[in-house]
Every structure is written in structure tokens, then in C-alpha cells.
């Protein structure tokens, strides 16, 4: 038995004449969907498996799959002849091309053999020759086979018995989950290292034995954590020797990973003997390597050749290169891949100071995984797109950072002098902002549009369909807000389901029973006003909102409509309104309370007819006009007539649902001339610095909110709400007569919400928030005479589901917005779950429930 | 929704019989739509009332829509095309001119009085008059105040419409057949050709000679151009027999001159404008952004010049209209790789809109709001780059040329901003300069004889500076 090692990730080409046992092989050790064959191929474009005419085109349907595969990391086997350099060509450039190994796997079976299992088999009859010739063309090849392009080449006799084993990529430590402490460009900064893990909580912990190359001096974390250097250990600085003993003490001793920077290896390349020219530092390196022995120095020359480009770590959320690396390249081993991790991305250009021209990759970085390099010096570490560069340039005195992961936090021992003057100055960043909000200004069209699943904390995937994506694109660009304002967008809101109680289609009963149902215990019934719905958003000054909302305008704040709409039309009549949160909110005290500059509320926006003017100009007051005028005249008429008078009555009452139509609508408007006679009813403190309120209950969010609208009563209104005990049948009755009270007098009606802000059920997340609105109120809904014996049983058939399905997809894609700017995610990641609540509200769903 | 006709004067109930309708009795029709009843409040000798109550069932009315506001609406309470079927079904014998028991009394002129409760008008009370004054009715409309309680929400579109005139009732119910879905200017079902056939049948002897033929049937047939000139042709063929014929082809003529004299819309012009100077700049390649329903890019299309030309809009809906006018999926295969159309926003950095030589956005920016032209700025000058962007705008100057626009107001509801010429001068300038191109503006559209303003001058040409560009973009 003969055991084949083979990488993980690796396209393998089986090499070996027709009828040498190629396909049985592959059979044997590979799965049916790693291999692709050539015969395949030709059976799926030419129905013919020998068809030799179809060859071209089953060769590139065989490509195809091959490049989509690689793409998608995934070990394929190419099942042909491949006896000519040729036909091998294609596959060790296509192997280059995703950065992953080619393998030649050669059946060598002799001759005779071939030609005797092609005798037995149908539609070979195309004579010995054949064969005879691809035994000789195979043979030929066999020694150059290293030189094309494999990374490893097998040879087997035709009756070999062969394992295969399957070999991790050097670069994949996916196992490894931290937390580590990931440390930047240290050139010769042995002090500021020293000082740099202590501060890191890491202990002296020498080994022992001493190593006369190496030396004892190491460190150790009690808790286990794990150092990753990005690089550059060497030139320019004055411990040079000191950092990689240390560096390498660590990463022999189990407590590090070191990955290699372009500085290590021209060291390399020095300690080889190659000529190279003594500039960037490395003369340094070279004065305190000279005086050692030759045979301390080869240990030294093997150690940096053994540092990796780069690694995959934590279950692929984590990768640490020296100057970054692209998605595609993670994991993935090629000249290519080690260049790009080396010295980054160039232009070809170089600037005024003589350097290459970076390409910032790092900008157009979408992946999953954080990316954290080091390479060119920063002022500060800055994340962008889920990317950061710690090489905050200690050697040139700045500072020697380190990122503590998974916690993300930066930890810096500034450096004790500048040991190196740099080619080019640091910048900083432009406007006082970050890279990350300069770059946030424009939104690209890729990371919002087409067919998307979003993750969400709350719900696992959600789908945002193409069409519906569409339609949000169209209201985002015609009509919402600046994005950078848009973290959150409320969800729609179900209904209780029909009420069958007679004269009713909405009753408090069925929304307990809901949440009884799904296990709830205890809900807040909060008021329901009848406004528009509004996210207000209210910063401390205008340098807050700069700082944080990464907005160019002089604004504190600002308040929109459930679809992203601006409210105020009239930019002083919003710094206005906006100025008014404001002073309640620090009356309150909520800044302090909340170690925040900036908090963002949901609320209602009173009177409806400030925003809904139009429509009740055109709509709602017409409808009320008409119908008592038409109405009035023919209950007036039909008392006149002996034959009709009997039907008067019934007209009389309906005269009398449109009178109660016109005072239901009317009772939502009243002029607004300035600022105060607007009301406000804020309901969710949705978030503020590092926090997404959403761990609180609603009672915790009635009672700050409470507090707030003390400060201004005459603006906000504090909601009422009753916390009710759904085992208490005599609170859950008190809950009934209170809604009746609130909706008898005309009032909206209330929503009922599980007391947690999150709550899952036997099958999962449940409804956030169930609306049961009353009789009066839904006249404006379903029309001034529902309530009609004739009508009301024929809306009872109407279904939630839908409507209950849309509002949990859109109140996960709310929080997962407001979540994701909590945590400072590129503004494209918020945008993205405010472009799929936008999509989602254009299904189709019936607009009265 | 009710409508009454009363006739005063001596033998009064005489009207049960052209109706056809028993005054004594109640009279009830099911509807596909509701149902219809007849009563009379009154029949005396001197004065009988026959009252058609039209009741509409209104949650059948509203299955399968869309929005909310639908669902709230006025249609159970006035005259309209529903009423129109009423009549038609309820006192079809009469609408028809016909009365079996007493046929002398079909041609007889009665005193009559035609009450609707309640009409709702396009256009307001002066139509009432315009309509039905023609026909010798003396017109007397109340309009139903909107809200008390909100006066500043304006009047509302209804009236109480009360015609009096010595008129047959089968001319009156015609009249009230044709004119009410004119007033309220919808119509609850298909308009096909029968359409046309119906409005001529009961227009007879009176649509020809109305002065406002020209809006009855433009609005009776829901202006649907085919259907609106078929009619004319038939209104118009009876014509030329009779003897005016010769004085209305002069009319005519002189009407085909005024059309002809008429300036070009200011659309045109500037599309025109545009065209041209995408030409004179050589582009070959042409990025039309905002191209609605495709004016432009039929324009680009007839030029072989443009090779490459792509329409871009946000609204979905455009794009579909664009495809159709522009008959793309019957478009031969050559002609066809030249042109593209996609969504996309100018608000939104797109790949797809590098590389092209020019990009014309012909009344597109100030559909943004002012805070937002930061983003498209960068998109359009620094990413999609094109070599010269040609940009149009309304120029707010010329504003109170336009006589029905009220002063302050824009021109378009959904304008954000219209600037003046300084103002476009200086954003067009300080954005060419921070995105190192070249400015060159220019107005669009002739100096009219009537103002020496310029009418629209926007074209912000902006030539790209190759010499700067190299320190731009590293």
C-alpha cells in the first residue's frame, strides 16, 4: 500500500492512456462530484461520450465547472487522458489563476493492459495506434512534469495499491480560536515589545534550557492567549536579533504565530549571500547579524524561512498577512498570494517620495473574515470594511500597537524615540474623519442590489428578492434621507387575528390568546397614537453627529418617516423640532445616563395631518362630504315616498356610521403653524453609543421614555400602558376595559408587546408587537360603513400570516441595522438591511390589516 | 347616490309612464355592482318625482386592491359610470326613446327638474355650466363644503346639481346618460369600441353641435387616442355632408397652422440641443442617466455615430415603457447591440458606467434633494468618469414666463430645487474644478421674440481635463 499525500484544496489531474483505469481510480478515491471528466462532459454537451468532434466543447462546459469550483475553495479531479503538455497547460494556469496547487497523478499501466481492456469495452474500436501513441506522449512528459506547473507529481504502475490522505494548506489554522493578541510591524523594537506585552497582561517566562542562537528570553499568557506577528521584525530598529529571538522563543514554544514581512525576507536573502542593497534598514539588521558565527546565523536564515505568508484562523473569521489580503486569496498558496501578502497591492506608479503607489484593496474589501495587517505605517489603527493596519510605525516614533481579539480592542506603548526617519510622513486622515466615513459617502450599487441573503443576529438568513429589490432602490434614491442617518427603519405590524365578536373586527382577546400561546407570560399594552410614525435621531452637538454619523452637513439630527422619508421638508423647521428632543433630553439627563453623544428613538408624530394633509384633503375628508350629503337626501326622499318610506331607517343609520367616519378622522388633526403644536410620543430608546436597547424589556423602555417626556410635557407625551400578568384574568379583563375606553373616546387603539423586546416561541422568534385597533378607528380603514351587518362578516375573512411573516423579517432587519452601527460596520452592511426593509415592504400584502 | 326628475305642470304623473315605473309602487333592479330602486316622493297632478337610488356594495368594490386609500372611497355616494349603468338599466325603455302606452308623450317637451345629490366635478362649477347651458338647461350647482371643522383644507369637488329645463325625458336621461361620467371624469369599466358606439347612439342630435364636444368625448372615452379620434371621424363625417362642412375645413386648416407655428415644446428643444452636442463632441459611446421613457435615446438611436448607447433609470417602470416605445425585443440584432437600458441610481457608485465617452443627464438633478447631489457628484465625476458629462436643469428665471405657474411654485411637484443661472453656474463650476474638468455652459432653446431671457441655458457641457487627471487618481 502506497499512501498519496494530497492538499486540501488542489486541482488534480489524472494523467494516463485510454483504458489505463484513470476513472476506476478516480472512482475509488474521490468523491462522484470531485471529478470531472472528459467523457462526461462529452456525454452532457453531445449526448455521445466518444464523440471525439464534441472534445473542444465538452473541454470548455469542463472548464467552466472546473474555475466555478475553485472559486468556491473545493478539491477537484480532472478525469482525462492529459497526455500532452498541451492538454496539461490549461489546468496548471487555471490552478495558478485560484491560487491553489496542481497535482499530477500519472497511471502509468502498461500498454499491453490498455489495449486489452479497450478491446472489451464498446465504441473503442479505434484501432491500437492510438493508444500506442498516448503511451509514448505520456512517457515523453513524465520528467518535465514538475517543471510545468505540478507542485506534486505520482507516479503509479498500473496494479499499485494506493492511499490517498488528504493534507491540511500550511496557512489553515482554522482550529485555532484565539484569543490572541495580534502585534504589528516591530523593526528592531525589542523595548517597546517588552513593554507592549506587559501592558497585554503577557509574563517573562524564560526557556530553559538557554539556546546559544536563541537565548532563553520568551513570554508566556496566563490566560492562555496567543501572540500573532504580522511581520517586519527586522531592519531599522535597535534590537533587531532581540525581536526575533523573542518572536521566535514564542512561536517555538507554542505561545505565537509570526507570519512573514517583505523586511524578514530580503533579510533572508541576505543571510543567503545574495546581493542586495544595503537601504530600508537593513543595514542595521546586517550590523547586528555580522558578528555572529555561521552556523548561529543559518538557524536564524531557517527560522525566517519558515515564516508562512500568512494565516486563516478561528474558523476562517480571522486573517492575520503582513500587508492584507484579498478574499479570494485566503487560504489560497501561490507566487501571487505570498507577493500580495508581502508588499500588498501596487499600482506600478511611484509617488514623489520614490515608494510604490498602494492600491487601498482594502476598500473594495467585502469578505467575511478580518483581515488585520500591518506594512505601511498609520497614524492609528483604523478599521475599514472589516480590515485594519496596526503598523502604527514604533520605529519611526509612533507607537507599537496591538489588536486584542476577538474583543477588538487596541491596545499601544508609544515608542521611546524615533529610531528611523520615515521616506514619507504619515498623513493623517483627511477632515477629521475616518478612512471609513470618507469612503462611506458614495454606496455602491453591488452591495445592495440583486438577489440577497441577509444574516441577522435574530432571524438566520433572509431573502431580499431581486424584483423587490428594485422597488427599494426607487424609493431610496428618489425619496429617503441622507443614508448616513438611515440605521433603522421600523417593521410593519400585524394585527390580532379576527375578533368574531359581534360588531367587532379587532378585539384585545385574540392578541392575548396570541401571546399566550407562544408562551408569554406577561405583555405592556402601550397606548397605539394615531400620527405618523417617526425615527428621530438626536445628536449632542453637530461635531457628534460629524464624528458619528459621518455626515458632511452642520446638523444635529435628524427625523424620518417609516420608509426613510425626511419629515420636515424645511431643514429650520427640523433643526427646530430637533432642538427641542434636544433640550429634553439633556433636562432628563439621558446624555450622562447613557455615556452617549448621540441616541435614537421610535416614535409616533402628531397630528396624522401634518404628514397625511393630502390625503386627507383628497381623500378622507371627500368620502365624508359626500356621504352624508348623498346620505341625508336619500333618507330625506325616501320618508316622502309611501312605497319606500320603510327603507328610511336603514339609510338614517347609515348616515350615522359616516357622521362617527368624519369624527373619527377628525379627531387626528388639528392645524400645526409651528413647532409646538406638534406632540411627540417616543415608545423604543432603540440605541445609543454601544448599546441596542433591545436587551431591556418595554417596561424599561416606557419608564426612561417616562422620564423623557417629563422634561417636556407640553411636546412629548409619556404613553400610557398597563403591564398585564396574561395568568391574571382579572388584569387581562382590566387590559379589555381599558383598550375599550381608550378606542370608545375615538383612540387608535393599543399594541400589545411580550414585556422582553426579544421573545421566541415553541417555533421561534415571535411577533414583536400585535396591533388591536379599535371599531372606530377602523372606519378610516376599512371604509366609513364596515361595521354594517352586511360587511362586517365579510371582512372577517382576511389572513395575518403574511403580514405576521413580513413584520418579523423587517424587525429583524431593523435591529440588525441598528446593531450593525452600534458595532461601526462599514455604513454599506447598516444600508444593506435598510435597502431589505424597504424591499420587503413592497410585497404585496393587504394594507388595512 | 340619487337622482330625482320631477315634472311640474298639469298631468304630471304622466312621467310613471315614460319611465315606465308604477308610482305607486316600489321598483328594485339587482346590479352586478349593488342595486338599484325607484320611488317617487311625490305624484300629484301637478308635480311628480320619480328618484332613482343607486346603492353600491362596497367591499365587492374593492377586491383586489392595492391601496389603502381605495379602500376609502366616494364612489357609493355619487354619480358616475355606475349611475350611467343604472339608468341604462333601470329606465332603459325610456333612455331609448320609447313608451308603449302612451308613445305621444315621447316627443312632448315636459317642465322638468333633474336633481343629482351628489356630483363630483373635474374642473370645478364652470364645467357644470359649459355642459349642460348648451342643451337649454338653467344650471343650478351647490357646492358641499370639504370639513368644517378644518376650513383651510379647502372646498371640496362635490355639488348638488340641479337642472331645470321644458326637455324630453328621453333627451334628459341621454344628457344625464352621457355627461355624468364626464363630469366625474372615471369610469369603473374596460373602455373598448363599443364605447364609441354607445356615446354617438345617445349623443344624437345634440353632442354634434355642443360646443364642448371636443371634452365630452375626450372624457367620456377616457381619453384612450384611438377610441377620441374615431369618434371625431364619425362625428365629423356626418358633418361634411351638411352645409357647414366648407366653413369648418377652414377651420380646420387654420387650425393645422397654428399647430404648425406653435414653437417646439421646451422638452424637444432641449432634447434636441442635447443630441446635438453629444454628436459635435464626437462621443461615441453615450450614457443616458435618467432616461425615463426613452425620448433621448431614440433620438441617440437614429444616428449610427453613437455605437454604444446606454439608458439608465431608477424607475423601473420608465424602463418598461422605454423598452416598448422603443420596440427593443423587435429591434433587428445590429441595431439592438447598440442600445441597453437598466436600473440603476445616480446616488449609487455602478461598475457598469465606466468607460464611456459622454453622459447626458437631462433634467435629472433636481429631482434630488440639495444634500444628496454630494453623493452623485462623486458617482458620476469621479467614478463613472465619462470624458464629458452634459447636464440640463430649469433655470428659475424664467419661471414667471410660464402663465398658469403660480409665483414661488415649481414646475414640477416633484422638483426639489430649480435654480437661477448664478446658482447653476456656481455648482456646475466648483464641481467641474474639484473634479478636474472643464466647464462650459450654454442655454438651451432659442431667444423667443416674446423675452430677451434665455429660456433654459443649462447645458452644462464639462469637457474632462486629461491634463489634471493624471494627478487625480493615482
Known amino acids: 500500500m502506497k499512501t498519496i499525500e494530497i492538499p486540501e484544496l488542489a486541482v488534480v489531474a489524472l494523467m494516463g492512456a485510454t483504458g489505463s483505469g484513470k476513472s476506476t481510480f478516480a472512482r475509488e478515491h474521490f468523491r462522484p462530484t470531485e471529478i470531472l471528466s472528459s467523457d462526461y462532459f462529452r456525454g452532457v454537451v453531445n449526448d455521445d461520450e466518444t464523440d471525439q468532434s464534441a472534445t473542444q466543447d465538452a473541454f470548455d462546459a469542463l472548464y467552466y465547472v472546473l474555475a466555478k469550483r475553485l472559486a468556491r475553495g473545493k478539491l477537484t479531479v480532472i478525469d482525462a487522458t492529459n497526455v500532452r503538455q498541451e492538454d496539461r497547460r490549461r489546468i496548471v494556469e487555471t490552478a495558478r489563476k485560484f491560487h491553489c496547487f496542481a ?10 493492459i490498455c489495449q486489452e481492456r479497450n478491446a472489451q469495452r464498446p465504441g473503442r474500436d479505434f484501432g491500437p495506434h492510438v493508444v500506442r501513441r498516448q503511451v509514448h506522449d505520456l ?29 491540511r494548506i500550511w496557512t489553515n489554522r482554522k482550529e485555532e480560536t484565539g484569543p490572541f493578541d ?13 513593554l507592549l506585552l506587559d501592558q497585554l497582561g503577557w509574563q517573562r517566562h524564560d526557556v530553559d534550557p538557554a539556546d546559544p542562537v536563541w537565548g532563553s528570553e520568551s513570554f508566556q499568557h496566563p490566560q492562555g492567549r496567543k501572540a500573532i506577528f504580522v511581520g517586519d521584525l527586522v531592519d531599522r530598529g535597535p534590537g533587531i536579533l532581540n525581536c526575533v529571538r523573542i518572536v521566535r522563543n514564542m512561536v517555538h514554544t507554542g505561545h505565537a504565530l509570526c507570519v512573514a514581512g517583505n523586511h524578514d525576507v530580503k533579510l533572508l536573502r541576505w543571510l543567503r549571500g545574495k546581493q542586495i542593497q544595503m537601504r530600508h534598514g537593513l543595514d542595521l539588521s546586517a550590523a547586528e547579524l555580522e558578528p555572529l558565527l555561521p552556523d548561529h546565523r543559518a538557524p536564524i536564515a531557517s527560522f525566517l524561512d519558515s515564516l508562512l505568508s500568512h494565516y486563516v484562523l478561528d474558523g476562517g473569521k480571522l486573517v492575520v498577512a503582513h500587508a492584507g489580503l484579498r478574499e479570494e486569496m485566503h487560504g489560497r498558496t501561490s507566487g501571487q498570494v505570498r507577493e500580495f501578502c508581502l508588499y500588498g497591492e501596487t499600482t506600478g506608479e511611484t509617488d514623489e517620495f520614490g515608494l510604490p503607489v498602494r492600491y487601498n484593496w482594502a476598500s473594495e474589501y467585502r469578505g467575511r473574515a478580518s483581515v488585520v495587517y500591518g506594512h505601511t505605517p498609520v497614524p492609528s489603527p483604523e478599521w475599514l470594511n472589516n480590515t485594519v493596519n496596526i503598523d502604527t510605525g514604533a520605529v519611526f516614533g509612533g507607537k507599537l500597537t496591538a489588536l486584542r481579539y476577538p474583543e477588538r480592542e487596541f491596545i499601544s506603548v508609544p515608542a521611546a524615540r524615533e529610531y528611523a526617519i520615515p521616506a514619507r510622513p504619515l498623513a493623517p486622515p483627511p477632515e477629521n474623519r475616518t478612512n471609513q466615513q470618507v469612503l462611506d459617502d458614495v454606496l455602491d450599487l453591488e452591495d445592495v442590489t440583486g438577489k440577497r441573503l441577509i444574516e441577522t443576529r435574530v432571524l438566520r438568513h433572509i431573502t431580499i428578492r431581486e424584483e423587490n429589490a428594485i422597488a427599494a432602490l426607487e424609493v431610496l434614491s428618489r425619496f429617503a434621507t441622507d443614508p448616513h442617518w438611515l440605521i433603522y427603519l421600523p417593521p410593519t405590524m400585524s394585527p390580532s387575528e379576527t375578533s368574531d365578536r359581534e360588531h367587532y373586527l379587532e378585539y384585545p382577546a385574540e392578541g392575548f390568546a396570541y401571546f399566550r400561546k407562544n408562551g408569554v407570560d406577561r405583555v405592556i399594552c402601550e397606548e397605539k397614537h394615531m400620527g405618523s410614525r417617526a425615527v428621530v435621531i438626536v445628536c449632542r452637538d453637530t461635531a457628534a453627529a460629524r464624528e458619528r454619523f459621518g455626515t458632511l452637513e452642520d446638523r444635529i439630527g435628524v427625523c424620518y418617516t417609516r420608509t426613510g422619508r425626511p419629515f420636515f421638508p424645511d431643514a429650520a423647521e427640523e433643526r427646530a423640532f430637533l432642538d427641542r428632543v434636544h433640550a429634553a433630553i439633556t433636562r432628563a439627563g439621558l446624555w450622562e445616563e447613557f455615556h452617549t453623544t448621540w441616541l435614537c428613538l421610535d416614535c409616533e408624530l402628531m397630528p396624522w395631518s401634518a404628514k397625511a394633509r393630502e390625503l386627507l384633503q383628497r381623500q378622507y375628508a371627500p368620502v365624508a362630504t359626500a356621504g352624508i350629503a348623498s346620505l341625508q337626501a336619500t333618507a330625506a326622499a325616501l320618508r316622502q315616498s309611501p312605497a319606500a318610506q320603510h327603507m328610511a331607517a336603514d339609510f338614517d343609520q347609515r348616515l350615522a356610521r359616516l357622521m362617527k367616519y368624519r369624527k373619527a378622522y377628525q379627531r387626528y388633526c388639528w392645524p400645526v403653524t409651528s413647532i409646538a403644536d406638534y406632540k411627540l410620543a417616543p415608545f423604543h430608546l432603540l440605541a445609543s453609543e454601544g448599546a441596542v436597547h433591545t436587551d431591556k424589556t418595554h417596561r424599561w423602555h416606557m419608564d426612561t421614555l417616562h422620564r423623557l417626556a417629563e422634561a417636556d410635557p407640553g411636546f412629548l407625551i409619556a404613553t400610557s400602558f398597563l403591564d398585564v400578568n396574561l395568568n391574571d384574568s382579572d388584569a387581562v379583563a382590566r387590559a379589555g376595559e381599558w383598550w375599550e375606553q381608550l378606542t370608545n373616546h375615538g383612540g387608535e387603539g393599543m399594541v400589545i408587546k411580550p414585556l422582553a423586546y426579544l421573545s421566541n416561541g415553541p417555533k421561534g422568534l415571535i411577533q414583536p408587537a400585535l396591533k388591536c385597533r379599535g371599531r372606530e378607528y377602523l372606519r378610516i380603514i376599512y371604509g366609513p360603513e364596515y361595521t354594517a351587518p352586511d360587511q362586517l362578516p365579510r371582512l372577517r375573512k382576511r389572513a395575518v400570516s403574511g403580514k405576521r411573516s413580513m413584520a418579523a423579517r423587517e424587525f429583524a432587519l431593523g435591529l440588525e441595522a441598528l446593531h450593525r452601527f452600534v458595532a461601526r460596520e462599514p455604513l454599506r452592511r447598516v444600508h444593506e438591511c435598510i435597502f431589505g426593509v424597504l424591499a420587503l415592504e413592497s410585497e404585496p400584502v393587504d394594507p388595512r390589516l | 347616490m340619487l337622482l330625482h326628475i320631477t315634472q311640474t305642470g298639469s298631468n304630471a304623473t304622466g312621467l310613471g309612464y315614460l319611465l315606465h315605473k308604477n308610482p305607486a309602487n316600489l321598483h328594485e333592479v339587482k346590479l352586478p355592482f349593488g342595486k338599484a330602486t325607484v320611488f317617487y316622493p311625490a305624484a300629484t297632478d301637478d308635480r311628480c318625482t320619480a328618484c332613482l337610488l343607486l346603492e353600491i356594495d362596497p367591499v365587492e368594490l374593492v377586491r383586489g386592491a392595492r391601496q389603502l386609500e381605495a379602500y376609502v372611497n366616494d364612489r357609493p355616494y355619487v354619480a358616475s359610470s355606475y349611475m350611467t349603468v343604472a339608468i341604462g338599466r333601470v329606465f332603459g325603455t325610456a333612455l331609448a326613446g320609447n313608451c308603449a302606452r302612451r308613445p305621444e308623450l315621447v316627443h312632448c317637451k315636459l317642465p322638468l327638474q333633474l336633481t343629482v345629490e351628489v356630483v363630483r366635478t373635474r374642473g370645478g362649477e364652470e364645467v357644470l355650466h359649459r355642459l349642460f347651458q348648451p342643451l337649454g338647461y338653467h344650471v343650478e350647482a351647490r357646492r358641499l363644503p370639504l370639513d368644517n371643522k ?28 352621457v355627461l355624468l361620467p364626464v363630469l366625474d371624469d372615471e369610469k369603473h369599466y374596460y373602455i373598448g369600441e363599443a364605447e364609441v ?3 354617438l347612439r345617445h349623443g344624437e342630435g345634440w353632442l354634434k353641435q355642443h360646443p364642448e364636444q371636443r371634452m365630452i368625448v375626450s372624457r ?14 364619425q362625428l365629423l363625417e356626418e358633418e361634411t355632408a351638411s352645409v357647414e362642412a366648407a366653413e369648418s375645413k377652414t377651420e380646420k386648416a387654420a387650425q393645422q397652422e397654428r399647430e404648425l407655428e406653435r414653437p417646439m415644446t421646451l422638452h424637444t428643444q432641449r432634447l434636441n440641443t442635447v443630441a446635438a452636442r453629444l454628436k459635435e463632441l464626437g462621443a461615441r459611446s453615450v450614457l443616458d442617466l435618467g432616461c425615463g421613457e426613452g425620448k433621448l435615446l431614440r433620438r441617440l438611436l437614429a444616428d449610427r455615430t453613437f455605437e454604444r448607447i446606454v439608458g439608465m433609470d431608477v424607475s423601473h417602470r420608465s424602463l418598461q415603457i422605454a423598452s416598448a416605445r422603443l420596440r427593443l425585443d423587435r429591434m433587428p440584432e445590429r441595431q439592438r447591440k447598440r442600445i441597453e437600458l437598466m436600473q440603476g ?7 457598469r458606467l465606466s468607460g464611456f465617452d459622454a453622459a447626458a443627464l437631462v433634467e435629472v438633478i433636481e ?12 458617482v458620476l465625476f469621479e467614478f463613472a468618469r465619462p470624458r464629458h458629462i452634459l447636464i440640463t436643469t430649469p433655470n428659475r428665471e424664467y419661471n414667471v414666463l410660464f402663465p398658469t405657474l403660480p409665483e414661488g411654485r415649481m414646475r414640477h411637484g416633484d422638483h426639489r430645487f430649480e435654480w437661477t443661472r448664478a446658482e447653476f453656474a456656481a455648482w456646475a463650476t466648483a464641481t467641474a474644478t474639484r473634479f478636474a474638468y472643464d466647464v462650459k455652459l450654454e442655454p438651451v432653446g432659442p431667444l423667443t421674440k416674446r423675452t430677451v431671457r434665455h429660456r433654459r441655458w443649462p447645458c452644462s457641457h464639462c469637457g474632462r481635463n486629461r491634463t489634471n487627471e493624471d494627478h487625480r487618481n493615482p
Open chain 1, 182 to 194: 495580534i502585534i504589528g510591524d516591530l523593526h528592531g523594537c525589542a523595548p517597546e515589545l517588552r
Open chain 2, 220 to 233: 367620456y372615452l377616457q381619453r384612450r387616442g384611438a377610441l377620441t379620434t374615431q369618434a371625431f371621424e
Open chain 2, 197 to 199: 358606439d354607445k356615446l
Open chain 1, 103 to 112: 497535482v499530477a497523478i500519472v497511471v502509468n499501466t502498461p500498454e499491453k
Open chain 2, 150 to 177: 378644518f376650513p383651510e383644507w379647502g372646498e371640496s369637488p362635490y355639488f348638488r346639481l340641479t337642472l331645470t329645463a321644458e326637455i324630453t325625458v328621453h333627451n334628459a336621461l341621454t344628457h344625464l346618460y
Open chain 2, 367 to 378: 429631482h434630488l434633494d440639495v444634500p444628496r447631489l454630494a453623493a452623485l457628484e462623486r
Open chain 2, 345 to 351: 441610481s445616480l446616488l449609487y457608485r455602478d461598475q
Open chain 1, 139 to 167: 512517457r515523453r512528459g513524465l520528467h518535465g512534469l514538475d517543471r510545468e506547473g505540478f507542485r506534486y507529481v505520482h507516479i503509479l504502475g498500473g496494479t499499485d495499491r494506493v492511499e490517498i490522505q488528504r493534507t
